[in-house]
Structure formats: C-alpha cells, structure tokens
C-alpha cells in the first residue's frame, strides 16, 4: 500500500452543492476557446471578411469570367460553323438546279 495516498472521504448527498459553479480546467477551456473561434472564423468566411474567402471569390470571379468568354467563343464557333453548312447546301442545291 501507498504510505502517501489520501483516502477520499465519503460525501453525504444533503451535503452536495448541486448548484455550485465547476471550474473547468486549463485544456476543457482551451477546448472550449478553440471551439469558439472555429465557429468565428466559419462564419468570417461565409460573409467573406476572411483573407481566404476574399482570395477564393476573386478566384471564383476570375473562373465566371473565362467561362463566360468560353461559352461566347462556343457559341460564335457554333454560329460559324451552321453558316458554313447553310451555305454549303445552298451551293449544293443552285449545283443541282444548273444541272437539272
């Protein structure tokens, strides 16, 4: 047996503080302060007030930006390309009256 071990005394049930403040300790409130200032910075980040989210939507704007320019040059390559057949069977077509 241990000569320095305290033996803990019995507690009657009338004699706990049911209502009395418990002292967290160092890392429970650490935990705790981490905790919050995730929560923080997520909802920094969602209105965009963070460095990060500030970059992410310049990104974002950047990448709207080229897909728009791409889906014009789509188009336009598209448009290009139906002139091209329109004519084509025009020319196929004033082929076949000459000959007829």
């Known amino acids: 047996e ?4 305290v033996a803990g005394k019995m507690k009657k049930v009338k004699d706990i503080d049911v209502h009395a403040k418990v002292e967290l ?7 705790i302060q981490r905790q919050r200032d995730a929560t923080n910075y997520r909802k920094m980040h969602e209105a965009g007030r963070t460095d990060e989210a500030m ?3 310049a990104r974002l704007a ?32 004033e082929q076949q009256k000459n000959r007829a």
């Open 62 to 93: 950047i990448i709207r930006q080229q897909r728009e320019e791409q889906a014009k040059k789509r188009e336009a390559e598209k448009k290009a390309k139906e002139t091209a057949q329109t004519a084509a069977r025009e020319k196929q077509l």
């Open 2 to 5: 241990n000569p320095n071990r």
């Open 25 to 31: 300790s160092r890392r429970e409130r650490e935990e």
């Open 55 to 57: 970059r992410d939507m």
